[in-house]
DNA sequence: GGATCCTATCGTAGTTCTACGATGAGTGCA
DNA sequence: TGCACTCATCGTAGAACTACGATAGGATCC
């Protein structure tokens, strides 16, 4: 019954509706929130627009399109993947659309990419141990 | 002849082979780069091995096996997709494969989401743009 | 009301992702 | 040499991604 083990990464179902049969980590939504945010960052064409949004604080999905060379309905494809991760937002402003970035969503996907990396000065790399293995 | 326009997204093909029918932006490799590492975080999975490989310095296939719900194969598809990104190395060690991250690739990334915000305090969002177009 | 503009959505085709089991390659030990 | 262990790779099936053109919906303008 239920779902197979490995939907207990499923991103779209939320996390009381999973069967964990094993211990979740400290935070349940942390690894899929990052990895829902990262996704959505996951192709350069989502870069561009993200980076191009924030460029000119907000702008309408013709400005993007006539700055991508791609057809204005995947545009309008990838813009609903950054909306459904929260990054972007649209706002309807008449006949047209305005998108701008939603800055604390990516203040927050920085800073869980900030928190997976707990003690970066603390060891430089994994060196050491390596060669303990290694060696003896 | 060459490439269709679309391809000047894809992130396997080197820039310089890319048919930029439009000028690219400041930096070429920026969203190459930064598309490529957020794709290879875009899996919970692949988080949590990344979360994993961190809390313990290096550890070997096996153990990340263990504490997964997926097959061995699953496993060793997602750690070939974080060595693909850099993210992660895999150092041969007798019998079985030391995994540890790259915190230098790590801390790249980071970087090169903390520039995708150029001025996070200077507008708090774009609201204020918004209203302007739609109230006048 | 009708024309126009902007955007979202539909339908579709090809590619990629993601999961699994099975198998193979490599190392170390008896 | 043979066995055990570890991990990568192969083959495959289903889901998801990504591109496009075509079309529909909603707002504005004449």
New interface residues.
């Given amino acids: 019954m239920g779902l197979p ?2 939907r ?2 499923t ?1 779209n179902i939320p996390p009381k509706q999973l069967p964990m ?2 211990p979740p ?1 400290d935070e349940p939504g ?3 929130d ?2 829902r945010l ?11 627009i ?2 191009f949004l ?1 460029a000119r ?2 702008c309408m999905c013709g400005d993007i399109v006539e ?1 991508l ?2 057809a204005q309905s ?1 545009v309008s494809q990838h813009l609903k993947a950054l909306k459904d991760s929260g990054l972007v937002q649209g ?1 309807i ?2 006949p047209r659309v ?1 998108y ?5 969503v ?2 927050r ?2 800073d869980l ?2 928190r ?3 003690c ?1 000065e603390a ?4 060196r050491g ?2 060669d303990q ?2 060696e003896p």
């Fill in positions: 083990a490995y207990i990464f991103m049969d094993r980590l942390f690894e899929r990052l990895a990262a996704k959505a960052l996951g192709h350069p064409a989502r870069v561009r993200v980076r924030l604080d907000a700055h060379p791609l995947t706002t402003a008449g305005c701008c970035v939603d800055r604390k990516l203040e996907f920085r990419v900030g997976l990396q707990p970066l060891d430089p790399d994994c141990l390596l293995q290694e």
